[in-house]
């Protein structure tokens, strides 16, 4: 496991991210995990392996198997109109009679894409987004402008948000606690959405996330004294709280996207149900989330690729596909699992469901601007990352 540990080290010790965490696992077992650098720039407190970081859009795993879990259940169907479980009409404006699925939100081909805003507040609704009169219409921009947006590929942190109201709606309870209920706990980790049931000393050993400019210092981006901050933790509109929230309302509120707070422990944790040797899904409904949903078509073009960072998709997972365009070299079979990067942070969670070997990492600050990869479309410092791990996992021909 030395490539991972020296990778990791020299990111760290260049100054391109103030602390970092890293987890290899085959199966069950935990090969190795190792940390480097600080989880509090102001304190220089250790980062540990038990500190949890706001983990960007590997979230959307979490929040696709919470969704998985109520499909199981019978109480969302992923080839029904989601407006059953929304509580209003979603319809793209151009095509007013085709319904929009579950399964289609999960793999991105729904026609929405994010405008400026995708923040969830106390007081407002998820339908503003996508209704002309509504208070986040923004001009329409959530709509995916193309003569045939279904079957599109169009990357979407807003369309989460339908995801987790119509889980609110089918499951009767917040989105925060349905995941804590039916994924969380089954797997044997503590972490939550927007902070929601997290143990004091878990809030006192986390991460903050940072940002630097080539010459300066690191500069708080999100959960600066992340022990001070309220568990939950959500927008409200002014004289509102929590205890006004009307639930299946506004499915943004607990950040589904990208919200979670997680250690590379917890992370190693889903990928092992992704392989199905943590018996989460039943051994059908995780054959489903493998099977691929999108891959990416030069021409005529199905979807927009962010730079070449998307190639495929299973259900609600990324698929990394081996060739010129993977951020590993010599990666021998597709892995599943997903990136995160937000607020400085970057990360990954990929598992390879065969060998069911696999590795989670994430750093906790990166340059504004990190230099971008050699061969793929995301950051140079994914794809060392990245390329370290497969190698110690023997994923690769070298």
């Known amino acids: 496991m030395k490539r991972l540990a020296e990778t990791l080290g020299a990111v760290v010790a260049r100054r391109d991210a103030p602390g970092g965490a890293a987890i290899l696992f085959s199966g069950q077992e935990i090969l190795w995990s190792g940390v480097e650098g600080v ?16 983990v960007a859009s590997i979230s959307k795993v979490a929040t696709a198997l919470t969704v998985l879990k109520l499909v199981e259940a019978g109480q969302i169907d992923l080839d029904r109109d989601i407006s059953d479980v929304l509580g209003f009409k979603l319809r793209h404006p151009k095509f007013p009679d085709s319904p929009i699925t579950p399964r289609m939100i999960l793999c991105h081909t729904a026609g929405i894409r994010d405008g400026e805003s995708y923040r969830g507040v106390v007081g407002e609704t998820l339908e503003g987004f996508f209704v002309p009169a509504g208070k986040n219409w923004n001009n329409g921009k959530h709509w995916a402008d193309l003569p045939q947006p279904f079957g599109y590929f169009t990357y979407s942190n807003l369309a989460m948000g339908l995801l987790a109201q119509a889980c609110e709606n089918a499951g009767g309870d917040r989105f925060d606690r349905l995941a804590q209920k039916l994924v969380f706990s089954p797997l044997g980790i503590e972490c939550g959405f927007n902070w929601s049931g997290i143990s004091d000393q878990a809030a006192a050993e986390a991460a903050t996330l940072y940002r630097r400019k080539t010459e300066g210092d690191w500069e708080v981006q999100v959960d600066g004294s992340p022990a001070t901050l309220p568990r939950p933790n959500i927008a409200t509109d002014p004289g509102l709280s929590l205890s006004d929230y009307v639930l299946g309302r506004n499915g943004l509120l607990f950040s589904p ?16 149900a992704l392989s199905g040797v943590e018996p989460l899904l039943d051994p059908a409904t995780r054959a489903l989330v493998l099977t691929p949903q999108w891959t990416y078509r030069a021409s005529p073009p199905n979807g927009d690729t962010s730079g070449g960072a998307f190639q495929g998709f299973g259900l609600g997972v990324h698929r990394l596909i081996p060739g010129d365009q993977c951020p590993v070299a010599g990666l021998r079979a597709e892995m599943v699992g997903h990136y995160g990067e937000a607020y400085g942070l970057l990360a990954g969670l990929w598992v390879d469901p065969l060998s069911t070997r696999g590795f989670a990492w994430f750093i906790t600050g990166s340059l504004y601007g990190p230099p971008a990869g050699l061969r793929s479309g995301v950051y140079r410092v994914e794809e060392e990352m990245m390329q370290a791990a497969a190698e110690d996992l023997g994923l690769v021909d070298l």
């Open 39 to 54: 989880r509090d720039a102001s304190s220089a407190s250790p980062l540990l392996l038990s500190s949890k970081a706001r």
């Open 257 to 272: 996207q990208g919200g979670l707070r997680a250690s590379v422990t917890d992370l190693a944790r889903f990928g092992m």
